[in-house]
């Protein structure tokens, strides 16, 4: 006897709104074709489309995604309207067609839509596409040919705007929050603050010491008593940048160590926000100097609780390798996931070394983040 399997399909209301969302047009790009039409009957019509899972709705399927619960799979963020070819051809080749693929498809032909519901459309690329086959077929004047170049270049323009737009969605996503977690390590974070003016050049590190009460150099000043100088220097820190900024230094943070001890391992922490259209997923983590290994197990995010914690070793070396994460973590639209990297450098050269590094997050939609360049003792 057949084993039943279990499968998240669409209700029928969920297909029709995939069709309705997209005016019942194929959503690949290089398809666009129609999939209802009248039927030799005159009472009926004819559908030729699909609503297509993005991920499958049964195990096995194409791009199928164990994550996901039967009520997210058979959700309609899961869905995308395709003609009956294009259902098919999805389904045969799941890594050209991947799931960051079909999301891009579907988002386009959305915005498509809603462009031509605001009566935006200006249908440029059937126009670029018919003007290209025109001169192909016709001869034409010089004059005629650099007419139709102007023209061919605002179409262009309009089709470079169109991706602009649509890549607008992307740029919803932000480095909400990266910084050292002080309550796991001890560590004072100093930020660079463009209101407050550097630490004076002419305090060149350098202390001079006079007899019992005699002049006392330091802060590149000379003082009658350290009480004084203690008092100055305090007001230095309140009022001015920390003194490992200056105008031509990359870094925008600093991270002073604050335990004398070593190892005392930094535990950097990141919040993700994603108030794109789509789901997205931090697939890889990268440094600019260093290379980072996520080992543990990486788990599904729905929100900022609970935050998993990965340890990552960084070798003394200067290659840029990037380190995937897996499984990858999921941030859903509006939503924010948090994870936390305690960064063990690969060397016994601990405390009294600064590291000048930079994180780059890599998320799907070709979507990378970037953190700021920091300096940190470790
Ligand atoms: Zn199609």
């Not at 839509?113 to 192909?136: C, V």
Request: aromatic residues 10%; contains cysteine.
């Amino acid at each position: 006897m057949a084993k039943a399997m279990a499968r998240d399909d669409f209700s029928k209301d969920t297909v029709t709104k995939l069709a309705e969302r997209v005016g019942f047009l194929c959503s690949n790009p290089a398809c666009r074709t129609h999939t209802v039409g009248p039927n030799s009957e005159q009472t009926k019509s004819t559908r030729i489309g699909k609503g297509a899972h993005i991920t499958a709705a049964s195990i096995g399927g194409p791009r199928y995604d164990a994550n996901l619960t039967p009520k997210q799979r058979c959700h309609i963020s899961n869905g995308i309207w395709l003609c009956a070819n294009c259902a098919d051809l999805i389904d045969k080749d799941e890594n050209t067609f991947s799931t960051t693929v079909l999301v891009s498809w579907k988002s386009r032909a959305e915005l498509e839509m809603h462009k031509e519901l605001k009566g935006e459309a200006s249908n440029h690329r059937k126009q670029f596409a018919d003007f290209l086959i025109s001169r192909m077929s016709t001869k034409k004047s010089k004059r005629q040919i650099d007419e139709e170049d102007e023209e061919i270049a605002t179409l262009l323009r309009n089709e470079i705007d169109f991706h602009k737009k649509w890549e607008e969605q992307f740029k919803h996503v932000s480095l909400e929050t990266f910084s050292i977690n002080s309550k796991r390590c001890r560590y004072i974070e100093h930020r660079y603050n463009p209101n407050k003016p550097f630490w004076p050049t002419n305090d060149t590190g350098s202390v001079t010491y006079g007899p019992n009460s005699g002049p006392i150099t330091v802060y590149g000043l000379p003082f009658k008593s350290w009480v004084e100088a203690k008092r100055y220097g305090e007001v230095l820190r309140q009022t001015r940048n920390h003194m490992s900024f200056n105008e031509n230094s990359i870094h925008t943070i600093y991270f002073e160590r604050q335990e004398s001890k070593a190892p005392n391992y930094p535990i950097f922490y990141f919040a993700i926000r994603n108030d794109s259209a789509h789901q997205i997923i931090l697939k890889s983590v990268q440094t600019e100097v260093y290379e980072i290994i996520p080992l543990l197990a990486i788990g599904q995010s729905q929100t900022l609780e609970p935050l998993e914690e990965y340890e990552i070793k960084i070798p003394p070396t200067r290659d840029k390798t990037e380190k995937y994460l897996v499984p990858s973590i999921k941030i859903a639209q509006n939503d924010s996931a948090a994870f936390g990297l305690r960064v063990v450098p690969m060397t016994g050269l601990m405390g009294g070394y600064e590291w000048l590094m930079k994180f780059k997050l890599l998320l799907s939609g070709d979507i990378c983040l970037y953190s700021d360049y920091f300096i940190i003792i470790m």
